[in-house]
């Protein structure tokens, strides 16, 4: 039996992830957290001490929290256990990738879902990477979510090129396809998603990730507020638009990858309880990017709702970039 713990595990990805893991006999899951009410064990992610003392009984740990602190990895794995993380902030998976080590990183829908179609993309076409998110302004973000979102307006990164890239701009028209209900063509900007970087790392040619709301309404007001952060204050959490997603890569050429569903949260559960039974079963021993340990036929094998489809339509010509 493989014990798990899951920080955070009441929260928006928590709760249908303690879901999934609950469907896997060979697993036995605990959720972890400050509220005595909901947390099968009670633990304060900010106390060292306590933290360090509760993981040395588990097997793997999962970060569901959005409580973004490297030493919750370091404790996990001087304890004897494996790390996962759903987190898709840059400079976190860098300090990620220094742990000494058993750490999956990159899991979830965005980076995750992402990262593997795109390894495939480039698998079977040429040429740069794009890698379009697509989420529903109307689901009702945790927290955590909400706050990383509005978190990068007038922030940087780099691109590939060395350019210094200002998250939400850069917009680039893409093509959806049809039977992506709830989304038609329309523009999507730029967004400092981890998974980029390593996979321009990993692949060897440059791959960019763009983001966009379900309606271009919601995703120009995003653009336009990466200007004006201070307006994050007056714009409610719920958005315009439904809780439909939609995840798609290409390269230069070859067919596009993608896949859509209902809730982005629904859908990272998913992903990090595959991403568990992954760390499980695989001899990883140091820091490693769900795409190194993960294919488009394994995941859909595993999740079957994650239906991956390849299209003809996204071709790189259809894109328009404005800078």
Not at 123 to 142: A, F, N, Q
Request: glycine share 10%.
């Amino acid at each position: 039996m493989t014990k798990v713990l899951v920080l955070g595990g009441y929260g928006a990805v928590g709760i249908p992830l303690m879901k999934q893991l609950a469907k896997v006999p060979e697993i036995s899951a605990y959720s972890a957290g400050r509220d005595p009410a909901r947390a099968d064990v009670v633990v304060d992610l900010k106390e060292p001490g306590a933290y360090s003392t509760v993981v040395r009984d588990f097997d793997v740990v999962v970060n569901a929290s959005g409580f973004e602190d490297v030493r919750l990895a370091d404790e996990a794995v001087r304890g004897g256990a494996a790390f996962v993380d759903i987190t898709a902030t840059s400079s976190y998976c860098e300090e990620l990738e220094a742990v000494d080590g058993p750490v999956l990183m990159g899991v979830g829908l965005a980076p995750g879902l992402t990262s593997v179609l795109a390894t495939e993309a480039h698998r079977l076409g040429d040429g740069p990477v794009d890698i379009l998110i697509g989420l529903g302004g109307g689901e009702l973000h945790g927290p955590a979510a909400t706050a990383w979102t509005y978190g990068m307006l007038g922030t940087r990164f780099p691109d590939p090129d060395g350019r210094s890239i200002r998250n939400y701009t850069g917009m680039k028209t893409f093509r959806i396809p049809a039977d992506a209900t709830g989304y038609r063509t329309g523009p999507a900007v730029r967004a400092d998603f981890s998974d980029q970087h390593a996979l321009t790392r990993d692949l060897g040619v440059p791959v960019r990730t763009y983001l966009r709301l379900d309606t271009s309404t919601a995703t120009l007001g995003l653009a336009a507020m990466t200007w004006a952060p201070a307006l994050q204050k007056v714009v409610p959490k719920k958005l315009w638009g439904s809780d439909r997603w939609v995840a798609m890569a290409r390269a230069d050429t070859g067919p596009a990858l993608w896949v859509s569903g209902r809730s982005q949260s629904v859908a990272t559960a998913a992903i990090a309880a595959r991403a568990v039974q992954v760390i499980r079963d695989a001899a990883i021993s140091k820091p490693t990017w769900f795409h190194a340990v993960e294919t488009t036929e394994s995941l859909q094998a595993a999740v079957p709702e994650l239906s991956v489809r390849q299209w003809d339509g996204a071709s790189r010509s259809s894109g328009k970039t404005v800078h």
